[in-house]
């Protein structure tokens, strides 16, 4: 069992940056890739960024490549996400996501675990 819990979310205004963190419960971590999704009002969720328990397979969605940062301490039981440039279309609601498979499965909806979510709000 995996519990996550997100921080860091909130009010920005657009072309500024926000930290995301997600703290995950249990020893076993590392064994899970992480991800994060988003879901704006009224739209279905979205794929944001995933990376494998060792840090070599990174993914974006083509909407967040170049502005979106994931990373993870695997020490500290942590996924980050850091955003910058961020656009009003980037208001959502922000899940981070653990899958015991690849991080391409994760990418591709393969979730097992899902946190409750933190908001993100880009003012334009």
């Known amino acids: 069992q995996v519990q996550l819990v997100e921080s860091g979310g909130g009010l920005v205004q657009a072309g500024g940056s926000l930290s995301l963190s997600c703290a995950a419960s249990g020893r076993i971590f590392k064994t899970y890739a992480m991800g994060w999704f988003r879901q704006a009002p009224g739209k279905e969720r979205e794929f944001v960024a995933a990376?494998?328990?060792?840090?070599?397979?990174?993914y974006y969605a083509e909407s967040v490549k170049g502005r979106f940062t994931i990373s993870r301490d695997n020490a500290k039981n942590t996924v980050y996400l850091q955003m910058s440039s961020l656009k009003s279309e980037d208001t959502a609601v922000y899940y981070c996501?653990?899958?015991?498979?690849?991080?391409?499965?994760?990418?591709?909806?393969?979730?097992?675990?899902r946190g409750q979510g933190t908001q993100v709000t880009v003012s334009s």
């Open positions: 990376i494998s328990r060792s840090e070599n397979r990174i």
């Open positions: 996501a653990a899958g015991d498979g690849t991080s391409w499965e994760l990418r591709s909806g393969r979730i097992d675990y």
